[in-house]
């Protein structure tokens, strides 16, 4: 079986969407809006090593694997593993980790 | 009963919107405006941790827990946590401190 | 009888505009504009701390409750207490400060 | 008489027009443009304590009251006192001093 | 036979898209979007020295030569050597190294 | 006879347009665009005390008062004194010195 | 016979577009787009002192005079010296340089 990774270059994130079921389970709805645009729930399956500065100096990402995340959702930054969907995204877009 | 919480990330802010009758009760009135735009009231539910700086220093938010804010209401940032409305929005957009 | 106020955060300011008479006595007179954009007249009645610069220093407001003001009014940033308008507005907003 | 005055903020500086007389005989003509943007000519009324840097650090304006000045209008910055029409504008949009 | 390189500058990395087959043994799929735009594979080809900084600091680049790599297209940056097509992009659009 | 300086701001320049005779001994042709937007051949009359940064300091221009230079021409600077038309231009606007 | 030379200001390097013959020899081939906006490749001429940053550093420019490069084209930027064509582009427009 072929098992492909993807490491997130700089401060961006892997996360992998929750199933229906699961987003059920959490008891956080998220309505829909005019505009098409809202906040997805997933799961933080890799994180890149953190944002350089001007000054050369990395900053680690604050979420880490295995987290449930709720992010705002920009652009065509979907990809499919082995049939599975991901997206990869900048941390800044992350809104909230979900606790449960 | 399932009980989730969302942690703000960075310089976010986990806010409840004022009900129709808490909004009367503070004699605060937002008057509605030709663009759809106007500012918002609403108890604060839980803070992230701060604004990471480009030199890796974090500034803490200003606003606490359980203070009552006006803010300004930007894009589709809206959730619902079992059944009650919540929106997470950046510190920059809480106009003020409701102090009764 | 409710008393509220509103505590403007960061370098925003909680202005009150003047009343049609007080604009007369003051000789100051704003010309309409074909863009219907222009400057207003205010009583400075509260203001926030400062502005957090990225250092993490906060350089306070160089205005002060009670001056009266020009400001460019922007977007909307207006609210009623008990009956009042107001306006909450940042301090870049604000042209001058006007003496008699 | 009521006797006004107004004080810029930061970075402003409050102009006064020239009238059209003294325009001739500057011999200075700014010819119409098809876009309506033009400069215009002014004499320095008064001058803002300067531009407040992010590090708190103060930088004095470099016009002076009384300088006649070639300024690119942006805006609604206009105003009257006492019935004469001055206007509002940053000291980054003066283009140069003019010397006789 | 003609041999020609490129060398990349500053933050530049040049790369060689994918072939069909390549894409299919990776196991990873992007989905077509309606917008046309969506990240593309491809192999690192040439890195450029790095990202010079205003404080005139080389931040060399994370992606090294032969990594297989995710990016986000943008902008006309294809050529074609010897047949071959290739791709100029910045570092920043690299989302992420495809690892098997 | 009136005779009118100007004296720039800043990191701005005062530019006379080369008239036509002098472009053709140049040798330098402008050729036409469909924008209509295209780089201007003029010399240097005045030029500001420099660009002063956030740090209070004054970065004098690299232009001198004779130069002959090559300039992108934006927006509507162009001012009349005395009969002749000029410029006034920041200095990030001048591409080259014309060097005969 | 009239001999004029261009000096580049700043970050900005004059190029002399390659021939039709030497684009062949050198085996790169850039395909025509549908934004029209497309890569092409010269020969540097001459090279500007370099960037100034904010701190007054200047920072010089990594390309050389002699080399081929490959470079986006934006704007009005073409001259004609003596009949020949060529362009004055800042070096951050430079994608890479062209090693045979």
């Given amino acids: 079986m072929n098992k492909t990774h993807i490491k997130p270059l700089g ?11 699961e987003k059920t389970k959490s008891g956080i709805i998220i309505p829909d809006t005019t505009s098409g645009e809202r906040p997805e729930q997933g799961t933080v399956i890799a994180v890149g090593p953190g ?4 000054d050369g100096v990395l900053l680690p990402l604050s979420v880490k694997k295995g987290q449930k995340v709720i992010f705002a959702k920009y652009g065509p930054d979907e990809i ?14 992350i809104l909230g980790v979900i606790e449960e």
Same sequence: chains 1, 2, 3, 4, 5, 6, 7.
């Avoid at 892997?14 to 229906?20: M, N, R, S, T, Y």
């Avoid at 499919?80 to 877009?93: A, F, H, P, R, T």
């Fill in 80 to 93: 499919k593993i082995d049939g599975k969907e991901y997206l990869i995204i900048k941390e800044e877009n």
């Fill in 51 to 54: 944002k350089m500065t001007d």
């Fill in 11 to 21: 401060d961006r994130v892997l996360v992998e969407p929750l199933a229906k079921e």
